[in-house]
């Protein structure tokens, strides 16, 4: 059993490593409790990016995809996050929330993934819901097999990261299969679910011309689809990489120049999506 520690205060950029040693390895995790509790890694209280307004981002543990470029590799396993009580989350959400909902933001809770600890997360989420706060998630839909009406009826809005929209390019950048993703995606369309899509551009990786049309074309479709998102990949989270001595593919990829980033966006908007 993994001892209850303080709500952290932080950075994604800050690493956390081997905060709870005793936590369950992410695979094993079987969430069927209250949501009581649960494994974090920080929250950064004044974000302008992760959603509409002035964000709270709260940081989960837990991810099971393995991406080759992730900047938080220390999100990934649940004995690198600190263990709190949702109570205690949802009381430092509530210092913030005259501040958030005055400035028309909310809580975005991002990880590692929302959706390996989905009683905990849907307990905050529900809680910044009482409160009148927008709510989003950043996922990669790839458990989203594993979430009710009643998790998504806690949501305003799902930030989702399609990492690549070919089969193949998925599978190498993440290690897992892109097909749980574009099922989620249309399960949010059907429900008119607000989303943002996220894609990483990663030179050498994702850049392929036919890999972005798949994903546009794909995405051009869904009418609930508010912003497609070309984020740069950058090596900030680099040194993570260094310092938990794993395998750093992209040591020498530098990121995408303006150029390509253009016409990454350029594409996207050819193909009907409101792209930036
Ligand atoms: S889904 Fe996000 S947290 Fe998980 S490995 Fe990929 S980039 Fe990292």
């Not at 009683?119 to 790839?142: V, Y």
């Not at 193949?168 to 995606?185: I, Q, V």
């Amino acid at each position: 059993m993994s001892q209850v520690g303080n709500v952290e205060a932080g950075s994604r950029h800050d690493l956390r490593v081997g905060v709870s040693p005793d936590a369950p390895e992410t695979d094993d995790l079987r969430d069927d409790g209250d949501g009581a509790f649960g494994y974090v890694h920080s929250y950064e209280s004044s974000s302008r990016y992760d959603g509409p307004g002035l964000r709270l981002v709260l940081f989960v543990s837990g991810c099971l995809l393995r991406c080759s470029y992730c900047h938080n590799p220390d999100t990934w396993h649940l004995k690198d996050g600190t263990y709190v009580s949702a109570r205690a989350v949802i009381d430092r959400l509530g210092d913030f929330a005259p501040a958030l909902r005055s400035l028309d933001g909310g809580l975005t809770i991002s990880g590692g993934e929302p959706m390996v600890q989905l009683a905990f997360t849907q307990r905050i989420l529900a809680a910044a819901k009482q409160m009148g706060l927008h709510t989003a998630i950043e996922t990669s839909g790839f458990l989203g097999d594993r979430v009710d009406e009643k998790y998504l009826s806690c949501l305003d809005l799902v930030l989702l990261d399609i990492k690549s929209g070919d089969p193949e390019t998925y599978r190498r950048a993440t290690n897992r299969d892109l097909a749980p993703t574009l099922r989620f995606a249309e399960r949010l369309a059907a429900a008119a679910k607000p989303v943002w899509v996220r894609f990483t551009l990663v030179p050498g990786l994702t850049d392929d011309p036919a890999n972005v049309e798949k994903i546009a074309r794909f995405v051009a479709l869904m009418k609930n689809v508010e912003w497609v998102e070309v984020q740069p990949f950058h090596q900030l989270g680099g040194f993570k990489w260094k310092a938990m001595n794993l395998d750093y593919k992209h040591e020498d990829t530098a990121a995408p120049t303006a150029e390509l980033v253009k016409r990454v966006i350029e594409q996207f908007r050819v193909a009907g999506c409101h792209a930036r």
